[in-house]
């Protein structure tokens, strides 16, 4: 056992790793993870707006299509124990995370069987045994919430790092300056992840901001930086770094990565607000063909790089029939699962507080 | 048994509960150093340091908001409003993160927290230091709204706040803080949330208040026993849950109804009270349920503003009197 598993496991940290990330032997090893991972979240979000043109998706489907690259490159490294706070375009983030096609398919499918069990749809569910903090509908407003759990992991005496995302849009909101405040005074552990797509439903940024959105993070003492979002090796390197530094209990990081939301808003947007040829331009740079060139121009044959992987298409295409055949909820079921009314300690607790002195706040 | 006001009271239900489990911490404007605006936290700094005593920025959506990420990561945060006037900063927090979780995540996930801090008006605070804003949470499944009137409650049910495994808000009286002294066990207790408490039997007209307004209720029901009128207050301690039974078997007792609160009048807690009272014990009543409650404006800052906006002994008497000729 090394050093580093050790100390993982001291630390109160689940050794478990979710997708490969930190296992990953090699640069060969690194590149095929990423690669399949971003077809695994571009295939599921395929099939997910194809079944929606098939009237077979109740809820509102926001396609995450052309930005994989950010939820693939900054989830892809994280420990189980680490968590996410994804938010609508971010149902990538789920998958790489570790919550299982069949259970995501089944959340946008109203069903009993969905984490939510049928009670909301997409992102605003999670599992906190997994480390996966739902959001709501009201944006920016998981960041406070990502604050307070990543300094309750530190309470818990774990290394254990929240990565928070958002988009550009988002940063116009008080929740974000409140919690990235917050944050900065006390070196929370928590990258921040702002995904820059270009528009705000149909707003445009200019109309959203009138400084570098990445700019707002050196207010909080924070590094803060644009990246290109598309290129996932970018992505990754640059998250695992802002991770590293959180972990050591330096504090954040601001990371803007730019990209373009290929899709509408959602899929009832047809997104004419929008310059044809700027779309064009964009399909150039998409991450997957991006990666694809790089890992063929890097010792990759053709024959390594399917489009997408037969155990992919296997994978989304069990996690539709199962969602198809769980049943829906009861309707009765609409009063279920408001209260806990168990005494005690809550099940998923973490390890017992071990409150540390903290040098900036004092004693 | 020892005395203790209620300010007291609550700052030994925080103090003993931070000593008997490590995952109760506090976070607040204030709250460290200097031991909170109204000195509930005092001491705390000295005992538990900074870590578990958070002053906060004046960011009341990021107190709630890191109170709820604490919570879910299985600690049992205290957050303080510092006013709970301010609570209407961090309502998005409260209201859609807060106390939808536990539902967005199936029944597989709880929110341990208590959001609480100091309501109510007659101090002469002002519109934005005097508001009563409990009905507000009352509409919000998932919430459980507590507002105690004596010392003794007020330590058994933020006890009970604490250990409960739902976002609670729990509203403190600040009238009540330095006025009311009992003397109150050593032990450890709790009050169970959920669970109105009679306090003060009687046959003739049932009143249900919460909040500093049980005790003008009693002064109330002291000077209508000159009336040879039997009054029985029912303190509801806890808003939601409500303890319907108690509410019920008193009504059906004593065949007329009223509600006081400190709120304003329309939109008020006591509408649903009363519509309670209608759907289900409509063939007791003897007369029409009566609510008795603040005008229907902001808490106004002038004395004479702030007494004509505030219910008092006397509305209390006469309402209880045309009740009982009806």
């Known amino acids: 056992m090394d050093v580093k598993t050790n100390a993982s496991r001291r630390k109160g940290g689940a050794d478990e790793r979710v997708s490969g990330g930190e296992a990953a032997q090699s640069r060969r090893e690194l590149l095929a993870g990423l690669y399949y991972q971003l077809w695994r979240v571009r295939h599921f979000e395929d099939s997910v707006a194809r079944l929606n043109k098939q009237g077979k998706i109740l809820g509102g489907v926001y396609s995450g299509r052309g930005q994989e690259a950010i939820v693939v490159g900054t989830v892809f490294g994280l420990r189980r124990d680490d968590m996410i706070a994804p938010v609508h375009r971010d149902i990538g983030a789920f998958l790489v995370k570790g919550m299982s096609a069949r259970l995501v398919m089944a959340q946008i499918m109203a069903r009993e069987s969905a984490p939510s069990r049928g009670k909301d749809s997409w992102t605003h569910t999670g599992d906190i045994e997994i480390g996966i903090i739902g959001s709501t509908s009201m944006l920016a407003s998981s960041m406070p919430i990502a604050v307070g759990a990543g300094l309750a992991a530190r309470m818990q005496g774990m290394d254990s790092v929240v990565v928070s995302f958002f988009g550009e849009g988002s940063t116009a909101r008080g929740d974000f300056h409140e919690a990235l405040n917050f944050a900065g005074i006390h070196k929370a552990p928590c990258v921040w992840v702002c995904e820059n797509n270009q528009y705000a439903y149909s707003t445009p940024t200019h109309l959203e901001s009138p400084v570098p959105f990445y700019k707002r993070g050196e207010a909080y003492g924070m590094p803060s930086l644009a990246i290109d979002g598309n290129d996932v090796l970018t992505v990754y390197e640059t998250t695992m770094q802002a991770v590293e530094r959180a972990r050591r209990g330096e504090g954040g990081t601001v990371i803007e990565c730019v990209t373009y939301r290929m899709e509408g808003h959602s899929e009832a947007d047809q997104a004419t607000y929008r310059d044809r040829a700027e779309v064009e331009e964009w399909r150039k740079k998409d991450p997957i063909l991006r990666l694809r060139s790089h890992m063929l121009a890097n010792g990759f044959t053709e024959e390594e790089l399917p489009e997408p992987a037969p155990s992919i298409i296997d994978e989304v295409r069990d996690a539709i029939d199962w969602a198809t055949r769980s049943p829906l909820p009861d309707g009765r079921q609409a009063v279920e699962d408001i209260y806990d009314e168990s005494a005690g300690v809550t099940h998923w607790a973490s390890p017992y507080p071990n409150y540390v002195r903290i040098p900036w706040l004092g004693r | ?326």
Request: aromatic fraction near 10%; include cysteine.
């Open chain 2, 1 to 326: 048994m020892h005395e203790v006001t209620f300010l007291g009271a609550i700052r030994e239900a925080i103090g003993e509960e931070m000593r008997r489990d490590p995952s109760v911490f506090v976070l607040g404007e204030d709250v460290g150093v200097y031991g909170g605006a109204f000195k509930v936290t005092d001491g705390f700094y000295k005992e538990f340091g900074a870590q578990r005593v958070i002053d906060t920025p004046i960011s009341e959506s990021a107190i709630v908001g890191v109170a709820i990420g604490a919570a879910i990561k299985g600690m049992r945060p205290i957050a303080e409003m510092q006013f709970m006037d301010f609570i209407s900063c961090g309502f998005d927090q409260i209201v859609n993160e807060a106390a939808t979780y536990r539902y967005r995540y199936g029944g597989n996930l709880s929110v341990p927290m208590v959001v609480r801090g100091p309501s109510g008006g007659n101090v002469h605070g002002g519109l934005f230091h005097s508001q009563s804003r409990e009905a507000w949470f009352t509409q919000v499944a998932g919430l459980k709204v507590v507002m105690p009137a004596t010392a003794y409650d007020a330590k058994g049910l933020l006890k009970a706040s604490i250990r409960d495994n739902n976002p609670v808000i729990f509203f403190e009286h600040k009238y009540l803080y330095r006025r009311v002294k009992e003397t109150i066990p050593d032990d450890d207790y709790i009050v169970p949330l959920g669970k109105a408490r009679i306090a003060s039997e009687g046959t003739d007209l049932t009143i249900i208040t919460w909040g500093a307004m049980v005790q003008h209720c009693l002064s109330a029901a002291e000077l209508l026993e000159e009336d040879a009128l039997n009054v029985e207050v029912i303190d509801l301690r806890t808003l939601l849950p409500l303890d319907k039974t108690t509410i019920l078997e008193s009504v059906k007792k004593t065949n007329r109804a009223m509600i006081v609160y400190e709120a304003p009048r329309t939109g008020g807690y006591g509408g649903e009270i009363a519509a309670i009272l209608a759907e289900e014990a409509f063939e007791y009543l003897d007369a029409p349920v009566v609510r008795v409650a603040s005008v229907d404006a902001h808490v106004p800052f002038s004395p004479p503003l702030e007494k004509y906006y505030l219910p008092n002994v006397t509305d209390i008497v006469e309402s209880a009197r045309k009740l009982a000729k009806y």
